[in-house]
């Protein structure tokens, strides 16, 4: 069974960047397609970016988008999700996800079945 994990998170400025990493075992990386959401304080889940199985596609919500890149790393069988520009609106857990692979590429929380622990980013003004 696949296994899922996050880490990275921590606190950073506002205007900082930080790095979220996720380690697949279990079967190459290029075997899921795969995502991030997010869970700011006392608010739902929400969709932040998905990368398709072989990498060559992504999405991304509005809100992230031209800060946040998602990609994956074939030789640590990783995908990350780098951050930049960060604004304390992108306090959250973040969750690292695997999806159904459709096209276009799914953004909503019911298509993504299989979820990581979650890793922290705390972002201060």
């Known amino acids: 069974q696949v296994q899922l994990v996050e880490s990275g998170g921590g606190l950073v400025q506002a205007g900082g960047s930080l790095r979220l990493s996720c380690i697949v075992s279990g079967r190459s990386i290029y075997t899921y397609l795969m995502g991030w959401f997010r869970q700011p304080p006392g608010k739902e889940r929400e969709f932040v970016a998905v990368?398709?199985?072989?990498?060559?596609?992504?999405s991304y919500a509005d809100s992230v988008k031209g800060r946040f890149t998602i990609f994956k790393d074939t030789t640590s069988n990783t995908m990350y999700l780098e951050m930049n520009s960060l604004k304390p609106e992108d306090t959250a857990a973040y969750f690292c996800?695997?999806?159904?692979?459709?096209?276009?590429?799914?953004?909503?929380?019911?298509?993504?079945?299989?979820w990581g622990q979650g890793t922290q980013v705390t972002v201060s003004s």
């Open positions: 990368v398709s199985r072989d990498g060559e596609d992504t």
């Open positions: 996800v695997i999806g159904r692979s459709t096209y276009p590429l799914p953004t909503q929380i019911y298509e993504f079945p299989t």
